[in-house]
């Protein structure tokens, strides 16, 4: 179920991490991003799912 109290402490750390073990070898790999362009701030801070 969904936490939104516990989501939003997460969010409002520094970096996020999340990790996908997908069972399928021992590769690893690093991704950044960032979208905070007022556009999509805009676009994405008008509504809740």
């Keep these: ?3 939104e109290e516990a ?3 997460l ?3 520094k970096e996020v991490v999340f990790t996908a073990d997908l ?3 021992e590769a690893e ?3 950044w991003g ?3 362009t ?3 701030v805009k676009i994405n801070g ?3 799912t």
């Design 1 to 3: 179920a969904f936490n």
């Design 7 to 9: 989501a939003t402490r």
């Design 11 to 13: 969010l409002q750390q």
């Design 23 to 25: 069972h399928a070898g």
């Design 29 to 31: 790999a690093t991704a």
């Design 34 to 36: 960032c979208d905070l």
């Design 38 to 40: 007022f556009d999509y």
């Design 46 to 48: 008008s509504y809740r």
